[in-house]
């Protein structure tokens, strides 16, 4: 069963456009919710994240947005650039119980073209 | 400060060969997680370690698959006999439960091809 559902899958955005991709959870225990940049032959890192205690986070070009009573977030990154081309996991625990595992989304692949 | 570091990058085996991937985590993380990723299922958590112990192996996908961490600086993952299925990327992750990030470094990978 897929605690963090994921999409889209891929997304293709224009050079300057924004990228949007979303997440949902069903665990209302989790407190935790990490986005995860990975470029290809490289193993992921962490992007930015945030807490269920705001509704947004905004670092640079890339922000969150959490909705915890529909208990989804969001990534999106404004003015899209060829290097943010990338696959981007969204991710999510509980930190008090499940003693550091995170649950990750199935992954968007972003194709920014100049 | 080194990242995790992972061994092999690259291997290629044919089928019932015993495999075997090595991971060295950073110095004073308490956790070590091994993850496998694919395109169809996405990254999977095998297992992970506290302390060095196993905490959950349930993602470890059948007997063939094994996992060791003898000291806090080295993990073995092992897969004996190995099958075209088990190709995939093989990550290894480690933290630090201490930081409030709870942030997982990833190593490299090592890209394992099962002919």
């Known amino acids: 069963q897929q605690q963090v559902k994921q999409s889209p899958q891929s997304l293709i955005v224009q050079k300057g456009g924004i990228s949007i991709i979303n997440c949902a959870y069903e665990n209302t225990a989790f407190d935790y919710f990490p986005w995860y940049q990975q470029f290809p032959g490289k193993g992921p890192a962490l992007l930015i994240a945030i807490r269920p205690d705001v509704s947004e986070k905004k670092e640079g070009r890339f922000t969150i947005s959490f909705n915890k009573s529909a208990k989804q977030f969001s990534l999106h990154i404004m003015d899209s650039q060829p290097g943010d081309s990338a696959t981007y996991f969204c991710a999510a625990n509980d930190r008090g119980s499940t003693l550091g595992r995170l649950y990750f989304g199935r992954g968007t692949q972003l194709t920014v073209w100049p | 400060d080194a990242g995790v570091i992972q061994s092999p990058r690259h291997e290629v085996t044919e089928m019932g060969q015993e495999v075997t991937l090595r991971c060295k985590p950073i110095?004073?993380?308490?956790?070590l997680f091994w993850y496998r990723q694919t395109m169809m299922r996405g990254l999977e958590l095998l297992i992970y370690?506290?302390?060095?112990?196993?905490?959950?192996d349930s993602g470890m996908p059948e007997d063939r698959f094994s996992a060791k961490m003898p000291n806090a600086s080295f993990s073995t993952l092992k897969i004996q006999p190995s099958e075209p299925r088990d190709s995939a990327v093989y990550f290894c992750a480690s933290s630090y439960q201490g930081a409030v990030t709870g942030e997982l470094f990833f190593g490299e990978g090592s890209r394992l091809t099962v002919l």
């Open positions: 110095s004073g993380h308490d956790y």
């Open positions: 370690f506290n302390n060095n112990v196993p905490i959950d």
